[in-house]
Every structure is written in structure tokens, then in C-alpha cells.
Nanobody, 122 residues
Framework: QVQLVESGGGLVQAGGSLRLSCAASGRTAGSSAMAWFRQAPGKEREFVAAIMWPIGYNRSADSVTGRFTISRDSAKNAYLQMNSLKPEDTAVYYC????????????????WGQGTQVTVSS
């Protein structure tokens, strides 16, 4: 089992920045790929970004490319640096992990955190 705990969400004005963190514990060998998803009220959970360990290969959604950056550290924690935030980025952000390759579908991930709220005001 892998336990994931997100932190760093909050309220920010449009154009501002936030850094989300995802602390991984337990059998982190089962978390070769880690990802961020988000879910806004009334919408489906959508892919934001994902990264592989240890090669660092990463991928992000078109809607956040150039604004958001995903990273991992040697302890297999994951981070999401979010710049130039927009009101449409408002959502609950979830960290997810899986063994094996990088995927963009939420159903492909085995482990999930509880989520952290990000609210961007206009």
C-alpha cells in the first residue's frame, strides 16, 4: 500500500502561484508513476500532469502546459508548481500513484490522496 497526503492548496488571486505537495509513504516502490488530477464541481476528474521515477519523464495537459510544472524528489514525494493561475483552475487537486508506466486516465491509478482545494479568484 502507498499512502498519499496532499498539502499546499488555498485561495489565490488570478495570476498568482501555488505549490502543491504530495507526501508518499508506505510501499513507495509501487509508485513509479505519480500524477495530479483535479475535479471541479459538477465535472469529471481530469488529468493535470504526471511524472515517472527515476527517469523524470513527465507529461501535462494542454490546459496547464507552460504554467504548471510537476516534479519529484528522491523520497518519491511529488510537487505541482502552479503559476499564472486562472479562475478555471479552481478545483480539488488530487495526487495519485501507480506502479508501471505513466498514464493519464484516473482509472489507471491505484492510490489516491484525500485532495486539496485550490480556489482562484478573479
Amino acid at each position: 500500500q502507498v499512502q498519499l497526503v496532499e498539502s499546499g492548496g488555498g485561495l489565490v488571486q488570478a495570476g498568482g502561484s501555488l505549490r502543491l505537495s504530495c507526501a508518499a509513504s508506505g510501499r513507495t516502490a509501487g509508485s513509479s508513476a505519480m500524477a495530479w488530477f483535479r475535479q471541479a464541481p459538477g465535472k469529471e476528474r481530469e488529468f493535470v500532469a504526471a511524472i515517472m521515477w527515476p527517469i523524470g519523464y513527465n507529461r501535462s495537459a494542454d490546459s496547464v502546459t507552460g504554467r504548471f510544472t510537476i516534479s519529484r524528489d528522491s523520497a518519491k514525494n511529488a510537487y505541482l508548481q502552479m503559476n499564472s493561475l486562472k479562475p478555471e483552475d479552481t478545483a480539488v487537486y488530487y495526487c495519485a500513484a501507480r506502479g508501471g508506466g505513466l498514464r493519464v486516465g484516473p482509472d489507471d491509478y491505484d492510490y489516491w490522496g484525500q485532495g486539496t482545494q485550490v480556489t482562484v479568484s478573479s
